[in-house]
């Protein structure tokens, strides 16, 4: 079916190549009526009706009329192929393009199209043929061989597009491209040597041009980035890029934000700082700088300083949710929680669909033990948040101290079918703990046990999850050989951790062994950073089988001394 409504056009265009026709015609003949060079008559140049130049009167009378006659099929050939494409008829228009380009091969801009719809119709070899002779011109341009390697190497022709590049980089040795794509190519080889040494030809490229030396370095980064064989002698020769770009002195604002950004990411913050307090200085309306300047002291732990540009950002723009978050943020990292709740208020009040906020706000309550804040906090986000993993995490975790056990398996089990869906990787051992643990704290000891043997399952020596089933199991008395073990395996793990030392005694002692169970307890009691009354109360335990009720007793007092607990009492007084 035709397009309606293109008739005029064309018309118009097949005016055109007529008129190319019959002006080729002309000039093949030689007619006196053509004008001579210097006469009254003569222009510079002649231009189809399509916008290909066909040369001055001087080259015109030059050039054969063979060769004239040629260029002039080329053009018709073309403006029937527009005229086909304009019509729907992609077949025709791409027969009649190619038949131009074999015409005029100077037509760079269309062999590329008919090598592109070659490709598309998985005409592999006439694509490439296409391709290779327009790249032997002397006048072909780095596009030709951009394309040309791009094809080779979707066709598997890796060493064919190797050369292409290597040839791409000898026709422009101060065009990075394609010296980037070679980079690649090396690595993926397992060849990072041969990229290392190629990057540094580019290295040895006399040129005072600032801006290639930028993009040289950002190469230099890529590759250490992908090949840990070379990292440290790709960072060391980016580094050295970089100072030969300073040492140019560039004037332009954004190649000095990248080199600031790329001094940044090699570590040396100083240059980095520098150069954003110098973009600052000459363009103080911007707060680009100032927002560098913050994100460089949060990645340095330079928190004070931070702040001081977050408060700048702030007051520049009241607007933007970035400065209160990332001021909440410092506030939580300094452990100051009720400060760092205001902050992402703020935050979500400016922005109420800036989803970090909602979510940090959330955890910040849960620092405070205000769940209940917590929940209406997050329920408040689903208003205009789709729900996400670490929003039913939050969820599931508020719902736990809450004591709502149903909820709680509800919003876990909600956040593993997001993860499965989106971020598996989340799903780990901690995950899986977090569950379990939050559900034996409820009561709900069937799924705690299958959450806590899920997260050993993916991390067998996972001291907390270790010490924590196995507790369990010894405060029940079952399984309390496995318990054993795995108890033993957490105090292996970390010797000094008074809570493990703690459930390693007190299993020991639920398998009869009391003598064995006392000096891992008094090393708990030891160890504690401050006086704990269940480890008190497990050591009056131990010496009362001993028979050291004396011990025992002044044990226990030492426990009801942290917390009045009837049950302890209830020892200490006797039956």
């Known amino acids: 079916m035709k397009r309606s409504g293109s008739t005029g056009l064309v018309a118009i265009v097949a005016i055109v190549a007529i008129v190319a026709v019959l002006f080729a015609a002309g000039c093949c003949s030689t007619s006196a009526k053509s004008p001579r060079p210097g006469s009254a008559g003569a222009k510079p140049s002649r231009t189809s009706g399509l916008g290909r130049t066909l040369g001055s009167s001087e080259e015109v009378d030059q050039v054969s009329p063979r060769e004239l006659e040629r260029r002039a099929q080329a053009h018709a050939a073309f403006a029937a192929g527009i005229i086909h494409q304009l019509d729907d008829d992609s077949d025709k228009s791409l027969e009649l393009f190619a038949r131009s380009v074999e015409q005029d091969p100077t037509h760079e801009s269309l062999v590329l199209e008919v090598a592109r719809r070659r490709l598309l119709r998985k005409e592999f070899d006439a694509a490439l043929g296409l391709l290779e002779k327009a790249s032997t011109r002397p006048d072909a341009s780095l596009t030709v061989f951009s394309f040309l390697g791009l094809t080779q190497l979707q066709l598997g022709r890796t060493n064919d597009a190797i050369a292409t590049y290597r040839g791409a980089v000898k026709r422009a040795p101060t065009e990075l491209s394609s010296r980037g794509v070679l980079s690649q190519i090396y690595v993926s080889q397992q060849r990072p040597e041969e990229a290392l040494a190629m990057l540094d030809e580019a290295g040895r490229v006399a040129?005072?041009?600032?801006?290639?030396?930028?993009?040289?370095?950002?190469?230099?980064?890529?590759?250490?980035?992908?090949?840990?064989?070379t990292a440290e002698r790709a960072r060391s020769a980016a580094r050295t890029s970089l100072e030969k770009a300073l040492s140019l002195q560039p004037g332009d604002p954004a190649l000095l934000q990248r080199l600031a950004d790329r001094s940044g990411d090699l570590g040396d913050s100083a240059v980095a700082e520098r150069l954003y307090q110098q973009l600052r200085e000459k363009f103080p309306q911007s707060p680009i700088p100032t927002a560098k300047l913050a994100d460089l002291y949060l990645r340095t732990?330079?928190?004070?300083?931070?702040?001081?540009?977050?408060?700048?950002?702030?007051?520049?723009?009241?607007?933007n949710p970035l400065p209160w978050y990332f001021l909440g943020v410092i506030a939580a990292e300094q452990g100051?929680?009720?400060?760092?709740?205001?902050?992402?208020?703020?935050?979500?009040?400016?922005?109420?669909?800036?989803?970090?906020?909602?979510?940090?706000?959330?955890?910040?309550?849960?620092?405070?033990?205000?769940?209940?804040?917590a929940l209406v906090t997050l329920d408040r986000a689903r208003l205009t948040l789709l729900p996400s993993f670490r929003s039913e995490f939050l969820t599931a975790v508020a719902a736990g101290r809450l004591g709502r056990l149903e909820e709680l398996n509800r919003r876990f089990s909600a956040a593993e079918s997001i993860a499965r869906t989106n971020q598996p990787q989340i799903l780990d051992h901690r995950f899986y703990f977090q569950w379990g643990a939050a559900g034996e704290r409820l009561g709900d000891r069937a799924n705690a046990v299958e959450h806590l043997q899920k997260s050993l399952e993916l991390n067998p020596d996972f001291a907390e999850g270790l010490n924590h089933l196995g507790y369990l199991w010894a405060e029940r008395k079952e399984n309390l050989d496995r318990a054993h073990a795995m108890i033993r395996r957490a105090v292996e793990l970390e010797p000094e951790n008074e809570a493990?030392?703690?459930?390693?005694?007190?299993?020991?002692?639920?398998?009869?062994?009391?003598?064995?169970?006392?000096?891992?307890?008094?090393?708990?009691?030891?160890?504690?950073?401050?006086?704990?009354?269940?480890?008190?109360?497990?050591?009056?335990?131990?010496?009362?089988?001993?028979?050291?009720?004396?011990?025992?007793?002044?044990?226990?007092?030492?426990?009801?001394?942290?917390?009045?607990?009837?049950?302890?009492?209830?020892?200490?007084?006797?039956?």
């Open 500 to 575: 493990y030392l703690d459930s390693l005694a007190w299993v020991l002692f639920q398998l009869n062994r009391p003598a064995d169970a006392l000096p891992w307890m008094e090393k708990a009691i030891k160890l504690a950073p401050k006086p704990d009354p269940t480890l008190f109360d497990h050591h009056g335990d131990i010496l009362a089988v001993l028979g050291r009720m004396p011990e025992a007793q002044a044990a226990w007092r030492k426990s009801l001394a942290v917390v009045d607990d009837p049950e302890v009492r209830r020892k200490l007084d006797g039956p």
């Open 301 to 319: 732990g330079r928190l004070p300083e931070a702040a001081i540009e977050l408060e700048r950002l702030k007051k520049e723009n009241p607007a």
């Open 336 to 373: 100051n929680f009720t400060n760092a709740v205001e902050m992402f208020s703020e935050a979500t009040r400016v922005n109420a669909s800036f989803e970090p906020a909602w979510l940090d706000l959330a955890g910040a309550q849960l620092n405070l033990d205000l769940a209940a804040d």
């Open 207 to 229: 040129t005072n041009e600032p801006r290639y030396w930028a993009d040289l370095a950002e190469l230099y980064l890529q590759l250490g980035h992908r090949s840990t064989n």
